[in-house]
């Protein structure tokens, strides 16, 4: 990455998000969620608390799951993001995301986008997990509306129904 | 015990969430979403110690000032208070402040990153003066810091004859209970924009639960008539009561940032400054001395119920009356006598959060009757049972009971439901052999739903149903959505009584120039109040179609389209409002505080298993069980999501959340280091439901939102000292308050 004579310090940074290259002008300590969201319009990335202990900024970064108030963008150039808006495919949900709707998962909303993103993740890694590897799984995102017992059902019954992810 | 509504009804069943599929997409809309053209952005200078006089203010170098916006209390063009219920609350403090983290300069600019810098950049000094920061300093007046006595509100409840049951009581029982603070903990902060322009007034959009309380805010701030204000609520990310009040001060400060600038202005919290800065359940102290028979029976009894409501009175008076009346618990106290005081402190105000007061007098109760058992030496389960609230019983307040409830039947549930006595007995052995402690505690609790006493005849609620030229119906409330379901559970009852479907009714965003004032969404109040208004509204409307010759007494979903879309195009709007009546034979003296103290009561036992680790000292609970009666229940999913969530947060309140405070000042803003429960940290929360007819609500519907918020503290408490023998009277209650009491112990 080169700074190519700006002298903001603002620099041309190409990644993939949900499918589609991009390039966005950032300064390189910009935080990856700041440039999702005002940047690319990817209102679904929310911020709880700036400091990596909710995950409601949570997305997938080359399919891992990461925090996004806590990436600089710069270390962001030539990855792959998925984010909420990335997951329902020509108007049909993701099968996560209709079974959080069945299963009564989203209450007030804030922190679905990162909770899907990460049962995502979890079931990519592990798509038969046990009651305790869905808790484990998510327990880097809070939730303060459901006291998380419809959100694991919701994941729980996309693997045992063995959905297609 | 099943009410009975079957098939092809819409209430009872588990529609869909109106907006859910929005939240599960990412396109929802909160405040944080939207953007205006010209907008900047606002920023809050505070202050840095509890109370004082400021001496100067200056602006550091370095900073180009001259692009901000700087907005001081003398350029509130109205009165320079946040208008609640005492009015003494300023909106930014003029010469004076009375506890850290309030608001004294506002700053807009465009860049986010130059504004955080020139906030840094102020600089106050200040001639300090003492502060109380506790509620026993309060109490002693060492320092006059609100009124004549620092106290805020206080009540007398007296029933029978309290000073002369004490001779004839075999045991007399104290005790001293103490409830910590706790942070709401939404995970979306409170946020606002606003904007001016001087035909229109002002207009917020915003995180929160009241628009109409932000209207009267505004009106005062501005001194703007009604229709010179517009407040409109996004998409709110949990509230929990944090954004009952509050919200009223975040709009006055975007709002005056606007009128100085002249261009739209967004203020969003961020984490550490939301959890420093916003209200907080207010901290208690409860003491109790009881008279009981040999048998257990409670005789009577003084109840002393104090509440640390910061340094100004916003909600304390209402959230002090709750907490009061349901001191005494479901049991049946022939004589009481019932103290109650808010008193002032030099901390941020403590404000309104889920249970309202109940919380922290509940905990105290169901602490000391398990004291009680203990002292006259029968089981916990016992001594409820003897003193039970019974159909044709009156409460503390000499409210008759006219439910036809069984809280023993009740309890023996819940007692199956958790395997208490197999459980009891097993741990009772294993106790002594193992290394980890095992124990079962209970509570059983009660839950006023709708505001208390003659407040629901005071707010006078409006609710409107409006039939639309497509043929589809819109519900017409300024009651919000934050997660709790109000949304579906309104439109449900709207499409039940016009007896069309679900999906062919809406909800209209809540909007203070669109929908009438349908009261604050708060109190629990919503489905049965609320909902209630809605079903007459809509009744309204199929009335008007019938009575115009467009429809016929019976008919299809189809024909109530079609009329509707004649009748609008034919005539135009199809309106119908509802107005709330007080039901007949509601009694409620405000000066005696004696009657009718709410339209209903949930009733509930919920029964923790927990497990303590004698080496570390942690407390895991490892089953729950939350039975209620809660009348109908209109939506089985979302009044789970209710419990579940509600329980969960209540085991932070026993367990993990403890607000640090220093010199006033909350500490530990952060969220890692004030910890609230993860998926790790919960038991399975098994929720169960009895159902009963309640003739208030809609279809038979109590309040619930509140409700699991008030037993889970005690019943964890009790299970902890069941598991160790060790009793313990403060909440929350962390491995190291077990640890010092365990040396204490041995010493």
Request: no cysteine.
């Given at each position: 990455m080169s700074a190519s004579g700006e002298t903001t310090g603002a620099q041309k940074i190409h990644l993939t998000v949900n499918g589609e290259v991009v390039s966005v002008r950032a300064y390189p300590m910009e935080r990856l969620l700041d440039v999702l969201r005002h940047e690319l319009g990817l209102n679904g990335v929310k911020e709880g608390c700036g400091e990596g202990e909710c995950g409601s900024c949570a997305v997938l970064m080359n399919g891992e799951l990461v925090n996004s108030c806590l990436v600089p963008i710069a270390q962001a150039s030539g990855v792959q993001v998925t984010t909420i808006e990335g997951l329902a495919k020509d108007g049909r949900l993701h099968p996560l995301q209709e079974s959080f709707l069945a299963c009564g998962g989203a209450q007030c909303g804030i922190c679905t986008p990162g909770m899907i993103l990460a049962a995502v993740h979890l079931l990519d890694r592990c798509p038969r997990p046990t009651l305790e590897q869905i808790k484990e799984g998510l327990s880097g995102n809070l939730c303060r509306c459901t006291g998380y017992m419809q959100i694991l059902e919701a994941v729980s019954r996309v693997a045992r129904e063995n959905l297609p992810r | 015990m099943t009410l009975a509504l079957t098939e092809n009804h819409i209430i009872g069943a588990s529609v869909p969430r109106k907006e859910g599929r929005d939240k599960v997409t990412g396109r929802a809309r909160y405040v944080d979403d939207m953007s205006l053209p010209e907008m900047i952005y606002g920023a809050t200078v505070r202050s840095n110690i509890p109370r004082g006089t400021i001496r100067k203010i200056s602006f550091g170098s370095g900073i180009a000032w001259g692009e901000f916006v700087i907005v001081s209390a003398k350029d509130i063009p109205g009165r320079n208070c946040i208008a609640l219920i005492l009015d003494d609350q300023p909106c930014l403090a003029d010469g004076v402040v009375n506890h850290p983290e309030e608001p004294i300069l506002l700053l807009a600019h465009p860049d986010q990153h130059l504004l955080r810098k020139a906030v840094d950049a102020v600089s106050i000094e200040y001639d300090e003066m003492p502060a109380l920061l506790t509620m026993e300093e309060s109490e002693r007046q060492t320092e006059i810091i609100w009124g004549t006595d620092n106290v805020f509100k206080s009540y007398l409840v007296e029933k029978g004859e309290a000073d002369s049951i004490w001779e004839g009581a075999t045991h007399i029982i104290e005790g001293e209970y103490f409830t910590g603070a706790q942070e709401q903990l939404y995970i979306e902060n409170n946020g606002v924009i606003a904007s001016f322009n001087s035909e229109a007034g002002v207009t917020v959009w915003g995180s929160l639960q009241c628009p109409y309380y932000v209207n009267k805010a505004m009106m005062v701030l501005f001194g703007l008539p009604e229709e010179q204000i517009r407040v409109v609520q996004m998409e709110t990310g949990g509230a929990f009561g944090g954004k009952e009040e509050y919200p009223s001060m975040i709009a006055g400060h975007a709002a005056l940032l606007a009128m100085k600038s002249g261009r739209p202005v967004k203020i969003i919290y961020d984490r550490a400054e939301d959890m420093v800065a916003t209200t907080k359940r207010h901290p208690s102290r409860t003491r109790h001395r009881t008279a009981v028979d040999a048998n257990g029976k409670i005789l009577g009894g003084e109840i002393e119920f104090v509440l640390d409501g910061g340094a100004y009175a916003t909600l304390s008076s209402v959230v002090l009356s709750r907490g009061t009346i349901h001191a005494g618990g479901p049991y049946y106290w022939p004589s009481v006598r019932i103290r109650a005081k808010a008193v002032a402190t030099n901390a941020p105000p403590h404000g309104a959060f889920r249970g309202f007061g109940a919380p922290q007098s509940l905990f105290a109760m169901e602490r000391h009757m398990d004291r009680i058992a203990q002292v006259v030496g029968v089981t916990p389960v016992e001594i409820r049972k003897r003193n039970f609230l019974k159909p044709g019983m009156t409460t503390t307040t000499e409210q008759a009971v006219r439910e036809q409830i069984d809280l023993c039947h009740l309890l023996d549930r819940a007692l199956e439901l958790s395997r208490y006595q197999e459980k009891r007995e097993r741990f009772e052995i294993s106790n002594k052999n193992e290394k980890l402690r095992k124990g079962m505690g209970i509570a059983a609790f009660l839950h006023g739903a709708g505001?208390?006493?003659s407040g629901e005849r005071y707010l006078s609620s409006v609710v409107g149903v409006e039939g639309l030229a497509d043929g589809s119906v819109r519900v017409l409330v300024s009651s919000t959505e934050f997660g709790q379901g109000t949304n579906t559970v309104l439109c449900q009852v709207a499409a039940e009584e016009l007896g069309i479907p679900y999906e062919n009714i809406s909800i209209a965003q809540p909007d203070t120039t669109t929908v009438p004032n349908s009261g604050p969404t708060v109190a629990s109040r919503t489905a049965m109040i609320v909902g209630k208004l809605v079903q007459s509204a809509a009744r309204g409307v199929k009335q008007t179609l019938v009575a115009s010759g467009l429809l016929s007494a019976t008919y299809t979903p189809e024909q109530f389209s079609a009329a509707c879309q004649n009748c609008v195009s034919a005539r135009g709007p199809l309106r119908s409002y509802s107005r709330y009546d007080a039901p007949p034979g509601v009694f409620w003296d405000d000066a005696k505080y004696r009657g009718e103290a709410y339209a209903a009561f949930a009733w509930a036992v919920y029964i923790a298993e927990v497990t303590v680790d004698p080496a570390t000292y942690s407390v895991t609970v490892d089953d729950f069980v939350a039975l209620q009666e809660i009348?109908?229940?209109?939506?089985p999913l979302l009044a789970e999501g209710q419990i579940t969530g509600g329980v969960a947060q209540a085991i932070g309140f026993a367990l993990y959340e403890k607000v640090v405070w220093r010199d006033g000042r909350m500490s530990n803003n952060q969220m890692t280091n004030y910890i609230m429960p993860t998926s790790v940290d919960l038991p399975p929360i098994r929720v169960f439901f009895e159902e009963m007819g309640n003739v208030?609500?809609?279809?038979?519907a109590k309040g619930i939102g509140e409700l699991p918020m008030d037993g889970p503290a005690p019943a964890i408490i009790n299970a902890v000292e069941d598991a160790t023998g060790m009793r313990f009277v403060s909440i929350p209650l962390l491995p190291e308050d077990i640890y010092r009491a365990a040396v204490a112990r041995q010493t």
């Open positions: - | 505001f208390t006493g009348g109908k229940v209109l939506h208030h609500g809609a279809y038979g």
